[in-house]
């Protein structure tokens, strides 16, 4: 099994900034993505950046220039770093990790139980 654990969610002020760490353990024999996705109030679950194993990235528009997704491979864990951070920000932010598996390289895809992130506003 593959475990990850969120962290660095809470309440900012508009136009701050806030740094949210996952960390992957258990049976990893690789991971292939890392990524962030978020779910607002009254909405659905949707993209906010990935970064894959040699670092390539993908960003929503939304929050193109404004977030940075980066990863430390050796720890297995992602971030991303969010600054000038909108009221429209708001929303319980998930991290997701795909890979494979260290006994039988089965596929795995992996979500964290989610953290806040409020705007105070």
């Known amino acids: 099994q593959v475990h990850l654990v969120e962290s660095g969610g809470g309440l900012v002020q508009p136009g701050g900034s806030l740094r949210l760490s996952c960390a992957a353990s258990g049976s990893i024999f690789s991971i292939d993505v890392m990524g962030w996705y978020r779910q607002g109030p009254g909405k659905q679950r949707e993209l906010v950046a990935t970064i894959g194993h040699g670092g390539s990235t993908n960003y929503a528009d939304s929050v193109k220039g404004r977030f940075t997704i980066s990863s430390d491979n050796a720890k297995n864990t992602v971030y991303l770093q969010m600054s000038s951070l909108k009221p429209e920000d708001t929303a319980v932010y998930f991290c997701?990790?795909?890979?494979?598996?260290?006994?039988?390289?089965?596929?795995?895809?992996?979500w964290g139980q989610g953290t806040q992130v409020t705007d105070s506003s």
């Open positions: 997701n990790v795909k890979g494979y598996s260290r006994y039988d390289y089965a596929k795995f895809d992996t």
